[in-house]
């Protein structure tokens, strides 16, 4: 059977003699000691342990639940137990990191890079990101009827197409026109706009409304007291 100091053992596994230290004192890996010099001095079993402590380290055991791991003899049953218990853990940790990720890309958004706002000005924007919500729900609503009338549209297209007659998409473009404008009204009324350079909320004028570029989530318009033009945040009325 082979023999290692300390040094020789810790090489051979990777890790420090400090480390090896620190699990001879928590009684993890119990060293045999030289009667003449004290030195520690480990075998081919304590490499085989030492391997198994590093094995259940990577899966996010604790010491004390490698330790009775080993010492209670116990087998793979309970030690599949611990780990389903800490992928329940993980799922959790990792869910809730996603949520702060989410919401601070989502506060980023709403900032720009010259915005020069005090910090309190941080719960007007948690303001408007809660009324988020709201403007994705009225928002899946309106592409639920933007999708009707599109297969309308179509459909009445189609027909003039087989027909030869332009008869059938004229008898529908009265109901396509005063879709677009209700939408556009009903919409205009539901939103108003951040500037991320003061973040200040306001209402343009229906006419800029209509006009500006504009993104799914954005428009470019000139904001009325800091009076800085920039792609503003699409958010839903108070």
């Known amino acids: 059977m082979s023999q290692y100091t300390i040094g020789e053992l810790a090489n051979h596994v990777g890790i420090t003699v400090r480390t090896?230290?620190?699990?001879d004192h928590k009684g993890l890996l119990t060293a045999q000691r030289l009667e003449d010099s004290n030195r520690r001095i480990y075998n081919d079993e304590h490499l085989h342990q030492l391997q198994l402590?590093?094995?259940l380290k990577r899966f996010g055991c604790t010491l004390d639940e490698i330790k009775r791991l080993l010492h209670d003899e116990s087998n793979l049953q309970t030690l599949k137990m611990i780990l389903t218990l800490h992928k329940e853990e993980l799922e959790t940790?990792?869910?809730n990191q996603k949520d702060i990720l989410n919401n601070i890309e989502e506060v980023q958004n709403y900032i720009s890079a010259q915005s020069n706002?005090?910090?309190n000005h941080l719960?007007?924007?948690d303001k408007v990101m809660k009324q988020t919500s709201t403007l994705k729900s009225f928002k899946s609503k309106m592409w639920l009827s933007?999708?009707?009338i599109g297969v309308?549209?179509?459909?009445?297209l189609l027909v003039s197409l087989l027909r030869s007659s332009i008869k059938p998409f004229i008898a529908v473009l009265p109901i396509?026109?005063?879709y677009g404008f209700t939408l556009t009204g009903v919409y205009f009324k539901r939103i108003s706009y951040l500037c991320p350079n003061c973040q200040y909320v306001f209402k343009p004028t229906l006419k800029d409304f209509v006009l500006a570029k504009h993104t799914s989530k954005t428009r470019h318009l000139s904001c009325p007291k800091c009076h800085e033009k920039r792609y503003c945040i699409e958010v839903a009325n108070k």
Not at 152 to 156: A, E, F, N
């Open 20 to 23: 090896l230290q620190y699990y």
């Open 152 to 156: 309308i549209q179509y459909t009445s």
């Open 123 to 125: 719960t007007d924007i």
């Open 176 to 178: 396509l026109i005063t």
């Open 146 to 148: 933007a999708s009707v």
């Open 53 to 55: 402590i590093l094995i």
């Open 117 to 119: 706002s005090p910090i």
């Open 93 to 95: 940790s990792i869910n």
